[in-house]
């Protein structure tokens, strides 16, 4: 027999509830974590290690709230003082975690150029135009699919290749040619040769990632924060018709 009344019952099954939503964005959070981790993995040669900490720490954080979800559950159901309340205490602590890492993702956002453009420059030193390796295969694809050429420009190649000399992959072959085809700082065609540097597109890319990170993380954390309302509510009513003096 329920031990809760009025509004107080009312608000126990609000949180069974809110627990069945916490259970689908711990599921949320453990996606979006995966899924940007897979994005910044294509391209970790450029990235920092804190691009991948975030997606990590989100993940943790989801499979915990998928297994905290089912304490409040069933102390909820079951109207038990010692689970409601260690559902709560976790729950809070969830809801700062979730918070820190929202936090971080609008931060490493702010942060990514500064950080993408200090790698792309550093790696540029390893492109083997005759040698396979997995800087030169990574800077050919982010150029492919950026439409993009160097960090800044297609001068910074010079450092590394010579003055005149560019990757294939800064060029795109005009439609019609014949015979050989060299993607050289003499091609002037703005169809033929990237004109933009890759940091700006490609940091963009990598930045829209890491705000989808904060994104998650903050508006979850929000949504968590009513259910420590909810819980530490419900924790109280019990204890006082138990007659539980204490925490146990």
């Known amino acids: 027999m329920s031990l809760l009344t009025g509004s107080a019952n009312a608000v126990k099954y609000t949180l069974f509830g809110f627990n069945l939503i916490f259970l689908i964005t711990g599921i949320i959070l453990i996606a979006v974590g995966a899924g940007v981790g897979a994005v910044y993995t294509g391209y970790e040669l450029f990235l920092a290690g804190k691009f991948f900490s975030i997606p990590t720490f ?3 954080i989801g499979a915990f709230i998928i297994v905290i979800s089912f304490f409040g559950c069933w102390g909820a159901l079951k109207e038990n003082y010692c689970l409601v309340l260690s559902f709560s205490i976790m729950l809070a602590i969830i809801f700062i975690l979730e918070l820190a890492a929202g936090i971080s993702g609008y931060v490493l956002r702010n942060d990514a150029s500064d950080l993408i453009r200090k790698s792309l420059t550093t790696s540029m030193a390893d492109y083997k135009s005759l ?3 997995p800087t030169t295969t990574l800077w050919d694809d982010v150029q492919r699919d950026f439409d993009c050429c160097g960090v800044s420009s297609y001068k910074d190649w010079s450092k ?7 990757p294939m992959s800064c060029c795109s072959i005009p439609v019609g040619t014949v015979g ?3 993607c050289t700082t003499a091609v002037s065609s703005a169809d033929a040769r ?3 540097g890759c940091l700006d597109g490609f940091s963009d890319y990598i930045a829209a990632h890491a705000v989808s990170l904060g994104a998650a993380g903050v508006v979850i954390a ?4 009513f259910g420590v309302i909810f819980a530490c509510f419900i924790a109280r009513e019990i204890k006082i018709r138990n007659g539980i003096t204490g925490f146990i």
Do not use: C, R
């Open 160 to 166: 590394t290749l010579g003055e005149t000399n560019l």
């Open 58 to 60: 989100l993940i943790v």
């Open 194 to 196: 990237h004109s933009n």
């Open 222 to 225: 929000i949504l968590q924060f």
């Open 131 to 133: 040698q396979q390796n």
């Open 180 to 182: 050989t085809f060299n």
